[in-house]
């Protein structure tokens, strides 16, 4: 098992230009997570799917969009980088709501817009 | 809204003890606790349910006292692994709705 991986693992983007991050699971979880984490900062959840074709916003959804057309993917687009959107971003899922199931983490994706 | 962590940061001699504390000023449902090193992803280390069910790494040791909305995770004979990032989470609900991590408290296990 693969567990959580996203594509790519490094980005530079001039600001104004978009971009799609991949993440896939392969442990048939039904919930997962966009994540962004800044220097020195915790991790604050973008947008969120608690099954296929659902998605639901976070704490920081502006300058996100997300889809979930399969159940093994999330993906995360930015349709117009700006610098402050130059972050880490992680992808997790679990195999049911965050009240009661650990999250297991992508190795993340490290966005420089310039 | 975000639990507050505390302490911010502590350095620890290896084989020392270390509670890291996390406190929300909203009702809880659970507790999870996460690990992250430098320049890698979170990893699971527990979970404290309400009605004191608890799920994760045999070697952690934390509490959950759900009246105080307070959680504590106990780090006991410090080895220079456990170095990194500890991150609490809290969720009010079972259906994670909810979810928000907190800051994080550094630690540094020196040999």
């Known amino acids: 098992n693969a567990g959580v991986t996203q594509t790519p693992k490094f980005r530079v983007l001039k600001t104004g230009q978009s971009m799609t991050l991949l993440c896939a699971q392969d442990m048939n979880h039904e919930y997962m997570y966009w994540y962004r984490q800044d220097p020195g900062m915790g991790l604050r959840l973008i947008h969120y799917s608690v099954g296929e074709g659902t998605t639901a916003k976070g704490e920081v959804p502006d300058g996100y969009n997300v889809s979930r057309l399969k159940k093994q993917n999330f993906l995360l687009g930015l349709e117009s980088a700006a610098p402050s959107q130059t972050s880490v971003y992680f992808c997790?899922?679990?195999?049911?709501?965050?009240?009661?199931?650990?999250?297991?983490f992508g190795p993340g994706t490290r966005l420089t817009v310039t | 809204q975000q639990p507050v962590q505390s302490p911010q940061a502590v350095i620890l001699r290896e084989g020392e003890d270390a509670v890291i504390n996390c406190s929300s000023s909203k009702a809880l449902y659970s507790v999870h606790w996460y690990r992250q090193k430098h320049g890698e992803a979170p990893v699971f280390l527990m979970i404290l349910l309400k009605g004191g069910e608890q799920k994760g790494h045999e070697k952690i040791s934390a509490s959950f006292n759900e009246k105080k909305q307070q959680s504590s995770l106990y780090l006991t004979a410090s080895q220079l692994s456990y170095s990194g990032t500890y991150f609490c989470g809290t969720d009010g609900s079972n259906y994670g709705q909810n979810f928000v991590f907190g800051p994080g408290t550094r630690l540094s296990v020196l040999p």
């Open positions: 997790a899922s679990s195999p049911g709501g965050t009240g009661s199931h650990e999250q297991y």
